[in-house]
């Protein structure tokens, strides 16, 4: 049994900033990776950023440096420091834990718009 819950989601102006936080409770291994995953309607889902166990990340390649994943081991939670946001980035974004199962959290809607 795993819970996520993400927050931190809202409305932003092209070249604004957001910070997505994700916080786990239930059983949560040492060894599980956690990640943000986004999903814009008409479009796949895919990938933002994964941070694993050891610290060690991975990014979506039109990040582009602009986004910063980090985690809090001891407190379970995972988060999504988002700077220069475009009207692309528009999405609902979505918390992942994996251990080796994938539980997902409800999803933030962050929206970029003037």
């Known amino acids: 049994q795993v819970q996520l819950v993400e927050s931190g989601g809202g409305l932003v102006q092209p070249g604004g900033f957001l910070r997505l936080s994700c916080a786990a409770s239930g059983t949560i291994f040492s060894i599980a990776s956690m990640g943000w995953y986004r999903q814009a309607p008409g479009n796949e889902r895919e990938l933002v950023a994964r941070?694993?166990?050891?610290?060690?990340?991975n990014y979506g390649d039109f990040v582009k440096g602009r986004f910063t994943i980090s985690r809090d081991n001891a407190k379970n939670t995972v988060y999504l420091q988002m700077n220069s946001l475009k009207p692309e980035d528009t999405a609902v974004y979505y918390c992942?834990?994996?251990?080796?199962?994938?539980?997902w959290g409800q999803g933030t809607q962050v929206t970029v718009s003037s």
């Open positions: 941070v694993f166990a050891g610290g060690g990340t």
């Open positions: 992942n834990l994996r251990q080796p199962y994938d539980y």
